[in-house]
């Protein structure tokens, strides 16, 4: 009998959980969406919410970008728009047709570095093919020495966080009232702070723990590398501007190894493998800058929608019900204004 391939449903199949403290309202404000990616298939509505559907109370989602169904032709810096308008698309279709989470918000890409006139451009397409859905954007920091190594390799320019064009561009995020999303790996957690403490007047959002790798050259260095990382997201924490999505932390690059088991992950080995990390990083920013993200379909490769749900409600069950409330649902409706 053929194993199932980590990641499909039928894998995903065979760890059955049930939805812990199932009326909890709940946003999710990172997923994606995609007609397909390489071998990862497709990701869209019906894939959505069949997850958010599996017994938590998933209301509403924030899509992030990934890229997905870019522009073919036209002006290369408008070519992004195409993802605004793909989800458009498919949000609307969540609205009206009553079968599971509304796809409340939208984050795109562009290149921050552009020049102020030809980023508002972008900014304002943007807006405009989101169709009221447009929130902010993310210009990802992602970048390794090493990315033949990882599975998903970040794209980010050398030292994009300190080009003084690019913090202008980030500037200009703010002041229109724009978010900022960010995806790098955790040995660009320093940079990125000396990036929030230049660009005060704008909303930065920590994607993923800052991504503490976990293979190739980091594998077997998870102590030692969670030790620096405490450090650093300390010092994150201490920029006002700055606000934690926690997860993401299952991703095949993290090193957790459950993409290549048998068996996916239940909630159980999540809490005692990751709390660590939920736990500080909550004690550094406080549940009023913290909120849960799932991050699938990536995080869909080590476990199912419903056990992720289940361990952040383990991680909470320690805080208060308004803690809680922030963490699952509040933090995100502010930051992403839903």
Not at 67 to 92: K, N, Q, T
Not at 155 to 168: M, P
Not at 303 to 320: D, E, R, T
Request: charged content about 20%; some cysteine.
């Amino acid at each position: 009998m053929t194993q199932p391939a980590p990641g499909s449903q039928a894998w995903l199949n065979q760890v059955r959980e049930e939805a812990i403290d199932p009326d909890r309202p709940i946003i999710d404000p990172h997923h994606h969406l995609w007609v397909a990616r390489g071998d990862w298939g497709p990701y869209l509505l019906g894939q959505l919410w069949a997850d958010t559907g599996g017994g938590h109370n998933i209301q509403k989602t924030v899509f992030i970008e990934c890229r997905a169904s870019y522009r073919a032709d036209g002006p290369e810096h408008l070519r992004s728009v195409g993802e605004a308008e793909f989800v458009a698309g498919i949000a609307r279709a969540s609205r009206e047709g009553g079968g599971g989470a509304e796809i409340a918000g939208f984050v795109g890409h562009a290149d921050l570095r552009q020049g102020e006139a030809q980023l508002r451009e972008v900014l304002a397409a943007q807006a405009d093919a989101a169709q009221g859905l447009f929130r902010g954007i993310r210009h990802a920091g992602a970048r390794d020495a090493n990315p033949e190594a990882l599975t998903i390799p970040g794209r980010g320019s050398e030292g994009l966080y300190a080009d003084a064009d690019f913090r202008a561009g980030v500037a200009l995020l703010g002041r229109l009232g724009h978010t900022y999303d960010t995806w790098h790996y955790h040995h660009q957690n320093a940079d990125f702070a000396a990036l929030a403490r230049a660009v005060p007047g704008t909303t930065l959002v920590l994607d993923h723990f800052g991504t503490p790798l976990g293979v190739g050259a980091y594998a077997g260095q998870r102590d030692a590398i969670f030790s620096q990382w405490q450090r650093d997201i300390a010092e994150i924490a201490r920029c006002p501007n700055v606000v934690a999505k926690l997860g993401g932390l299952a991703m095949p690059d993290n090193g957790f190894g459950w993409d290549r088991r048998a068996l996916p992950a239940h909630s159980d080995e999540l809490v005692e493998a990751q709390g660590r990390y939920y736990r500080h990083t909550i004690e550094c920013f406080g549940p009023q800058r913290c909120m849960f993200e799932s991050n699938f379909p990536v995080d869909r490769r080590s476990l199912p929608y419903v056990s992720y749900w289940n361990a952040m409600k383990k991680i909470a069950a320690g805080y208060s019900e308004g803690e809680q409330h922030a963490m699952f649902h509040d933090t995100a409706a502010r930051v992403y204004r839903i």
